[in-house]
């Protein structure tokens, strides 16, 4: 290598946990918990997006204009857009939790006693047709589909 070239130095601090991209913004978690986002805010991307008061935080995933944090009590965190009910029929209760994930509109919670939670948009059925026989758990808004109908049958 030349004296000309560059070198390339890991910056000592901050150190990162995790990143994630949406459609034009981006989360990161440092290693100490905190939370961190960058981009694009005209959908809301960035809306109520965690303080350091709120964490520390284990895991983020990113939607297209909404984010979810994963906190280190099992709580889960939304923020971002609402626009297509990205943060509808989020979890409230404490779980805990254990994982998360995101789609375009929609996400997803693990329980830590293994039942998936889906919260967020709907439009276009990306909440239905779950496996209930896996202890899907489906929460539905007023003039979606009911859960009732989505409930597991017994195999004949």
């Known amino acids: 290598m030349s004296d000309s070239e560059p070198t390339l130095r890991p910056r000592p601090d901050p150190t990162w946990r995790a990143i994630a991209c ?7 978690l440092r290693d100490d918990g905190r939370v961190v986002t960058w981009g694009d805010r005209r959908r809301g991307q960035r809306r109520d997006a965690p303080t350091d008061a709120a964490g520390p935080y284990v895991a983020i995933a990113c939607g297209r204009s909404h984010s979810v ?15 297509h009910d990205e943060r509808a029929d ?6 805990p939790y254990v994982g998360i994930a995101c789609g375009f509109h929609h996400s997803l919670a693990l329980r830590h006693d293994g039942h998936v939670i889906t919260f967020g948009g709907n439009s276009l059925y990306q909440r239905r047709d779950s ?9 539905s808004r007023v003039g979606f589909f009911t859960a009732s109908r989505f409930a597991p049958t017994a195999a004949s």
Not at 90 to 95: E, I, Q, R, V
């Open 22 to 28: 949406g459609g034009f913004h981006c989360v990161a």
């Open 90 to 95: 989020a979890p409230t209760d404490a779980g």
């Open 131 to 139: 496996p209930t026989d896996a202890g899907y758990t489906w929460r």
């Open 69 to 83: 944090a994963l906190r280190d009590d099992g709580r889960v965190v939304v923020w971002g857009s609402d626009e």
